[in-house]
């Protein structure tokens, strides 16, 4: 019998994205590339997962990218022309690139936007403020054509764009001295990992058949080493680089925020980026060849901003994994210590700022002159009534307590004066935090869940409040509610969305200015880091059937799970509405609504 679907790919579906969101390498070569069914489409992203549910050549039951019964067809594979240019198309949705006509949605490009990689969403649906907030993208390569035989520590970094994914045809530089693939291709995948200021941590890799044309050189590639933080990173108070730290020659790809699996520990808000900050220099990786220099006996990875939220077992590699998890917590300590003491109101500020979410109430934007002007945020569309004021109410709430007004230029709120009180006021704080968020929330008829989401951050900023002065100071940059709210905020324009589409029958996007190539006129610069989107689906894409015990509870049929599966509703007259209602596209554990009273 299938068991019911983790709770935590529920979490990660959830913070998927809506039907158009999310970005991947386009190409008949890719594996799955006509799969349409979310979260298992190859522009899902991978999040706190085992495994043997990420790992793209994985036939695992729930995994995303386990295509390997969905394979491209013979034939099709990417040509990657030795000392050339790789042309890629990146974008939202199949029907936005060349190969529209193999769209389920077919073709909604945008001749007037050509090069916009998300035509009709904003900037945050490729998780983005801005072509300076790019964490750049990788393709990488195994001589092996038998994907069930790859393992990561197979693939090696050979092209990185670090503008990627700012347009939809985005280039790569192949290497001149690419070797010749084996007979049967080989196999390469592209790799994404967004920056921290817009959408949920994720990682992004799509596979695909490749193979070397015009290669004239025969030395392999080296084995792949795991790649060092060695550039400067002023934005947390690395002023200057440590070229003795680089990896030179080889490097693997980015395996991050996983259940297991990871080769990188960087923390929440600091994901590693395909940029020189870990020494991939933009365009063809031309050191990849031969043996790599041996490294300085005196290199150490250096200290990541925050200290990451667990530990995750690597499969290879491990010493080395290790030593670098001990110098992050190490190091990453002394750099906040060194901070707090040494640093003015205004740098510290600019520093802890990237860990803490935006405003959920207002968003930032510079005007035409220059100037910093603030404005409401936008609720997403779609929503009842009903919804949009609880959404509207809790948004208010949220920036009160934590961002009501400005000290020593960082933004506090009610919450971080009423915590300054030993013990009653760090219960105060949860109980605010509670009664005025979470308790509101519930009423837009949340999922179990979501709500047990929001009491784990009102727990963790409940039990940082105790730590005496310090504590107060890092509540106010954790801000429990904020984070809460853009929960509530995202769940709903879920909801939203889909009873637009329900209700005109294709999908409803969102419009943005903010990019060069989304219109024609100057547009101000707008902060839309919060306004990602989410989505949730089965694994196979059809609502699970839903029948009533004596009791009336719900249960699944198909798998005898009692009180578990899909959401359902009743209509203004009681009854059950077996329509595929708005909420049946939610996978939630443990949910239990009872049927009204008579």
Known sequence: MIKSIPSSLALAACLAGTVSAHITIWHPSIFGFNESTAPYRPQDPLIDLPFDQWWFVSAALFNFHGFLDKPPNPGDVFQLPAGGVAHTELACDKGLTSFYNTSAGGDVR??????????????????????????????????????????????????VNQTCVWTLHTDFQVPAAMPACPEGGCTCAWFWLHSSDSGAQQMYMTGFKCTVTGATSSTPIGKPQLARRCGADPASGIQNATPSNCTDGAKQPFYWYQKEGNTFFEGTYSPPKYGDLYNFKDGGQNDIFGDAPAASKRSQPLATPVVTRRRAEPLNGEHQARHAWGQHRRLADAAMSSMLNKTGKKLFAKHVQQYSPQDPYYEYYTDKRGRQKRRKRDVPPGLSKHDEKILRSVKRRAHYLDKGFTLCGMRFGWSFIIGIVPGAGDAADAALGYILIIRKARKADVPTW??????????????????????????????????????????LRVRGAQAMEDAHGNQVTAHDDTHPTASGHDADKINTSNSGAVELSSSSGEPKAIEENKAGDPERSASGNSKRGWGWRRNKDGKKDTRASRDSRFVEEDMERPPPKA
Do not use: W
């Open 110 to 159: 945008d001749h007037n936007n050509p090069d916009y990689p998300c035509s009709g969403q904003p900037l945050s649906q490729f998780h983005t403020t801005g072509i300076n907030d790019l964490g750049g993208c990788a393709l990488a390569i195994a001589y092996e054509s038998d994907p069930t035989k790859i393992q990561p520590v197979d693939f090696a970094v050979f092209s």
């Open 450 to 491: 979501l709500v047990q989401r929001m009491l784990i951050n009102l727990a963790i900023a409940t039990s940082i409040g105790l730590v005496p002065i310090v504590g107060d100071v890092l509540l106010a940059v954790y801000r429990s509610n904020s984070r809460n709210a853009i929960l509530l905020e995202e769940f």
